[in-house]
DNA sequence: GCCCAGGGGGCTC
DNA sequence: GAGCCCCATGGG
């Protein structure tokens, strides 16, 4: 956990994931699917405002309503829509109860929220993990950026194959998933950027076997 | 004006 | 099952 430690050190205990909730956990999971999260919050400021920060609520929204709360977190028309699978499964499935959906075992639920519209494997680990509490780490391109740069893996490994390295490799611990993601987060935004790796004063540079020759 | 941001669905071949 | 395109807003 060399690594951990050096970005626990250098970054601190982050503030992930900010909401009041479980349920606005998994409302901002959909909402900031390939958007910058600054854009999901102003959607859900509209929707606390509007009273819909709960699965009821959601529930008995109309898609056109919902558009408009969400508009400023972009795609709004397919995320409306996967609000409302959501909650239409919760129904159905739990009657409306998430702790009675988080009482579910994990492999099992993992399975089934994939099935919902609208989650893919980043959006349910991500609510596993920050609303279920799940001992499951999230990966995401950030995730693959750095640890390909370091060489720990090749670039086109697949989104499995990933979260095994991390989870094979660290102990089964929520807490420790929990902030190793978000420090994660936290060095691709400062130091190992999308086209432009800033090396200098990169906690992890010494370490890095591609410091200066990134891409 | 361009690129990017805390993805996923659906279609094609 | 890999490779594309689509969804759409807002900030740097």
Known sequence: MAIYERLYKYFGPSHWWPADTPFEIIVGAILTQNVAWKNVEK??????????LEPEAIYGTSKEELETLIRPAGFYRAKAKKLKAFVEHL???????????????????????????????ETADAILCYAGNYPIMVMDVYTR????????????????????????????????YKEYHALIDGLAKHFCRKNRPECQGCPLGDICPRIGVNI
């Open 43 to 52: 959607a859900i400021i509209n929707l606390r405002d509007a009273g819909l």
């Open 91 to 121: 129904r159905k499935r739990y009657n409306g109860s998430l702790s009675a959906m988080f009482s579910r075992p994990l492999t099992e639920l993992r399975q089934e929220m994939l099935a919902i519209y609208g989650i893919g494997p």
């Open 145 to 176: 950026r750095v640890f390909t740069r370091m060489g720990f893996f090749d670039d086109n490994i697949s989104y499995d194959g990933m979260q095994a390295f991390f989870m094979d490799n660290l102990p089964e611990d929520q807490h420790l």
